[in-house]
C-alpha cells in the first residue's frame, strides 16, 4: 500500500506540472522547479531508514547534480528558439545534459567530493 501512495503521489505531480504548464508555463515551471522529487525521496527515506546521514548525502548530492541538470533547459530553450525540431532540439539538450554531468563528476570526483 505504502508503495502505491508513492507512485500515485509521484504521478499526480507528474500531471499536475503538466497540464499547469498547458494553461500556465509560469506556474508550470514554477511547480516543476520546485524540489518536489527530492522532497519527497528525503522524506520517503527518512521515513522508511531514519537515517540523517544518508539522508545529508543525498542532499549533497542532489544539489552537485543539480548545476549540470540546467543545462538540458538552457541549450533546449536555445535550440527551439533557432527553429530546430522539438525531437532534434530534445537530444542534442540531452546529450548536452549528459556531457555536463560527466563533467560535473569528474569536477566532483578530483575535488574529493562524494556524490
Same mark, same amino acid.
Given at each position: ?5 508513492k507512485?500515485?503521489?509521484? &504521478? *499526480?505531480?507528474?500531471v499536475?506540472?503538466s497540464? %499547469?504548464?498547458?494553461r =500556465?508555463?509560469? $506556474?508550470?515551471?514554477? !511547480?516543476?522547479? #520546485?524540489?518536489?522529487t ?10 522508511e ?6 539522508? &545529508? *548525502?543525498?542532499?549533497q548530492?542532489?544539489?552537485? %547534480?543539480v548545476?549540470? =541538470?540546467?543545462? $538540458?533547459?538552457?541549450? !533546449?530553450?536555445? #535550440?527551439l ?12 539538450a ?7 554531468y ?14
Amino acid at each position: 500500500m505504502y508503495l502505491l501512495i508513492k507512485y500515485l503521489l509521484s &504521478a *499526480a505531480i507528474v500531471v499536475g506540472v503538466s497540464e %499547469l504548464g498547458k494553461r =500556465s508555463p509560469g $506556474l508550470g515551471g514554477l !511547480l516543476a522547479s #520546485l524540489p518536489l522529487t527530492s522532497y519527497l525521496a528525503i522524506l520517503w527515506i527518512y521515513y522508511e531508514t531514519g537515517n540523517n546521514v544518508r539522508i &545529508a *548525502a543525498l542532499s549533497q548530492s542532489i544539489f552537485w %547534480l543539480v548545476l549540470p =541538470s540546467l543545462v $538540458l533547459f538552457l541549450v !533546449l530553450t536555445a #535550440l527551439l528558439r533557432m527553429g530546430l525540431p522539438f525531437a532534434v532540439a530534445l537530444v542534442a539538450a540531452t546529450l548536452s545534459m549528459l556531457a555536463a554531468y560527466g563533467a560535473m563528476i569528474a569536477l566532483l570526483r578530483h575535488f574529493g567530493i562524494p556524490f
